[in-house]
């Protein structure tokens, strides 16, 4: 049975779009088929695993908008041998204005995906920093979510209103949806402040951490900067090594 898990936080810049390239990556390397699909117009997953934007002229959107089937818009990555993209460019903003006023308007991804789901032991979903129309599609096409806190001061502000919008998923539009569990990123294990929201975050979601947390590791922010997931850049990074073992915890 494919296995769909979305990234979501509204909050911006926790480390969504570096945990859906990273632990992708780690799930294809492990033999498992597995779909990235880029669910942010600002495409940071795109460009992160080396597309160039400007050299292809298929995307999501026009998935979505029904243009073209998945399997003509897809990708292989050049680095993981597995690991498939289904890419993202900025018009895919135009998407959340094209589909106000339509019907069934949170399930368009789910039905996309339909007949290329089945191709995948794995599919993880990159969500935008909001609660739009991209990541009720994205929740709804889910089996589960995975909760990405950076290890901050302010990181479970906003986690009630993320919580309510999974409830109301769940109530409406995906029964099944489960939260696969909340993971503690850019972690420093030498300030007392980390150990803090590790602590915090499991007392209100008991048994729910992962027990992997992804460090702060130079070379995870260096990656992107080379189209590559951390495997194919720094594959002896802390990094590198946080993400297989993340990728362990939820196989
Ligand atoms: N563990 C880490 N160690 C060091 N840098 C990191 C780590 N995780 C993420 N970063 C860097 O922090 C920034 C934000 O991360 P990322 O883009 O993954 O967050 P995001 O939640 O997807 O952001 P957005 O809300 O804009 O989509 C990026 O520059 C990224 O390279
Ligand atoms: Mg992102």
Redesign the pocket.
């Given at each position: 049975m494919t296995q769909i898990i979305c990234i979501a936080n509204q909050k911006?810049?926790v480390g969504?779009?570096?945990t859906?390239i990273n632990l992708a990556a780690a799930i294809a390397a492990s033999s498992k088929k597995t779909l990235l699909i880029d669910c942010?117009p600002?495409a940071?997953?795109t460009t992160g695993v080396g597309i160039d934007k400007n050299s292809i002229d298929k995307t999501l959107y026009h998935g979505l908008i029904g243009e073209y089937y998945a399997s003509e818009i897809l990708i292989e990555n050049e680095d993981i041998k597995g690991l498939n993209i289904l890419p993202s460019r900025v018009e895919l903003i135009g998407f959340e204005i094209e589909m106000m006023d339509s019907v069934n308007r949170e399930k368009i991804l789910k039905e996309f995906i339909s007949d290329i789901k089945n191709d995948y032991d794995y599919i993880i979903l990159?969500?935008?920093?909001s609660l739009s129309i991209l990541t009720l599609n994205a929740m709804t096409a889910a089996d589960s979510v995975i909760i990405p806190l950076q290890s901050e001061f302010y990181a479970l502000e906003g986690l009630g209103q993320l919580l309510q919008t999974i409830k109301r998923v769940k109530k409406s539009l995906n029964p099944e949806l489960k939260i696969a569990g909340i993971l503690l990123t850019m972690f420093d294990k030498r300030t007392r402040l980390s150990h803090q929201v590790a602590e915090n975050a499991e007392k209100y979601f008991k048994g729910q951490v992962f027990k992997t947390k992804i460090p702060r590791n130079v070379r995870l922010g260096e990656a992107p900067s080379f189209g590559k997931p951390i495997f194919a850049y720094a594959p002896s990074s802390s990094g590198a090594k946080s993400y297989l073992s993340l990728a362990k915890e939820i196989i």
């Open positions: 911006g810049g969504k779009t570096t859906a942010d600002q940071n997953a990159d969500c935008p920093p």
